[in-house]
C-alpha cells in the first residue's frame, strides 16, 4: 500500500491489492453500520485470515527493491509514502471527524493507537525493523533471504506463546509476520504461479477445508499456528490465480484502485462515519438497505477520492518540496 512499483509494474498484484482493500470498506461498512446483514458478519469472518495478510505479504514483496537504495533515501521514501498520510489522516479523522472539530482527550494515546490507521504504523515499524537486514542484502544474501522466513515464524511464535490478541501490538507482530514472509516468497513466486493446475486445486481444496474448520473457531485464526498457516495456503491460492484472470472492465476497476490502495484506505474511514451520522442518519430504512446503502454510498465517495488523487496527491504522499534534497536526490 505504497509507490513503490515493479518494473514492469505486475498489475495482478495491483489487482490484488485493490481486492484486499475493497472488502476493508465492505468490512467497515457492515461493522460500523449500525445494523447488519444475515450471513455478512459471516462472510466477513471468513474473509479475515487473507484480507489484511494479504496486503502485508504484498508490501513484504516489495522490500528488497526498497533495501537496494540508500539509507537516507529508504528511509525518507516511507516517511513521505506511509508516514505522512498516517499522520495527515489521524488529524484530520480525529479532529474533524472523531471529535467534531476538537482535540481527542488523550492526543498521544489516539496517534500511539493509530485508530482505523493500525496498518500505516504496522508497515512503518515492519520497514524501519527491515533495516537491520540492509547489510545483508549484497553480502549474505542467501542468509538474509532465509532470515526473513525465520522472521515470519518467530512472529507467529511470539503471538502463540504470548496469547496476544489484536491491538496495536498484536497487530504489529501478527500481520508483521506476512510482510517478512512476503520478502522470503518474492524469489518463488513467478515459479508458483508457473505451477500446474493439479498443484494449485488440491491447494485450493484444503484452505476451503481448513476455513471451515478452524473460522467458526476465533482462537484459531489470530495469532495461532493454525491461523497462519491457512493464510499461507490462502495467499499462495490467490497468488497462483490472480495472474490467470483474464482481463475484464471489472479486473480493470480493480487494478486502478489497487494502484491507488493508499487512498482506498485511509479516505473510506471518514468518509463512511460521516455518511452514517449526517445522511443515513436522517432516513430510516430496512436494516439490509441501511447496510447496502452505506456500503455503496461509502465506496462511491471513496472512488471521487481515488479519481480526485492527481489534484490532492499531499494529503497522500509528503510534497516534493518538502523533501530532502541529498546525494541521492541531487544524482537522480
Avoid at 495467499?235 to 494502484?259: E, K
Amino acid at each position: 500500500m505504497h509507490g513503490t512499483e515493479t518494473a514492469p509494474r505486475l498489475h495482478w498484484m495491483d489487482f490484488l491489492r485493490g481486492i484486499a482493500v475493497l472488502l476493508v470498506v465492505v468490512m467497515h461498512s457492515n461493522e460500523h453500520s449500525g445494523a447488519s446483514i444475515d450471513g455478512w458478519a459471516e462472510a466477513n469472518e471468513y474473509l479475515a485470515p487473507f484480507r489484511m495478510p494479504l496486503l502485508m505479504f504484498l508490501s513484504g514483496v516489495l522490500l528488497d527493491r526498497s533495501l537496494a537504495k540508500p539509507i537516507p533515501t529508504y528511509a525518507w521514501g516511507k516517511i513521505a509514502a506511509i508516514g505522512w498520510p498516517l499522520l495527515v489522516w489521524l488529524v484530520l479523522y480525529g479532529v474533524l471527524v472523531d471529535q467534531g472539530f476538537g482535540l481527542p482527550a488523550d492526543l498521544g494515546a489516539y496517534i500511539l493507537n493509530g485508530n482505523y490507521l493500525w496498518f500505516l504504523i504496522a508497515l512503518l515499524v515492519c520497514y524501519a525493523a527491515a533495516i537491520a537486514f540492509k547489510p545483508l542484502v549484497t553480502t549474505l544474501p542467501v542468509i538474509h533471504h532465509w532470515l526473513y522466513l525465520a522472521v515470519f515464524a518467530g512472529f507467529v511464535a511470539v503471538c502463540a506463546a504470548s496469547g496476544i490478541g489484536p491491538g496495536l501490538a498484536g497487530n504489529i507482530l501478527w500481520f508483521g509476520a506476512f510482510f517478512f514472509l512476503g520478502a522470503w516468497a518474492r524469489r518463488y513466486i513467478q515459479r508458483w504461479i508457473n505451477a500446474p493446475v493439479l498443484i494449485s486445486v488440491p491447494v485450493l481444496v484444503l484452505v476451503a477445508f481448513a476455513s471451515v474448520a478452524a473460522v467458526p473457531r476465533g482462537d484459531l485464526i489470530f495469532g495461532s499456528p493454525v491461523g497462519a498457516g491457512l493464510s499461507l495456503l490462502g495467499i499462495a491460492v490467490i497468488v497462483w490465480f490472480a495472474p490467470r484472470l483474464p482481463g475484464s472492465a471489472f479486473y480493470s476497476f480493480v487494478t486502478w484502485c489497487g494502484r491507488s490502495s493508499i487512498v482506498v484506505y485511509v479516505a473510506h474511514f471518514p468518509i463512511l462515519v460521516l455518511l452514517r451520522d449526517t445522511v443515513l442518519s436522517a432516513v430510516t430504512l430496512p436494516q439490509a438497505a441501511h447496510v447496502l446503502v452505506l456500503t455503496a454510498a461509502t465506496l462511491g465517495v471513496t472512488l471521487l477520492f481515488v479519481w480526485a488523487r492527481p489534484w490532492t496527491h499531499w494529503l497522500y504522499a509528503l510534497p516534493r518540496r518538502h523533501r530532502p534534497a541529498g546525494p541521492d536526490r541531487r544524482a537522480a
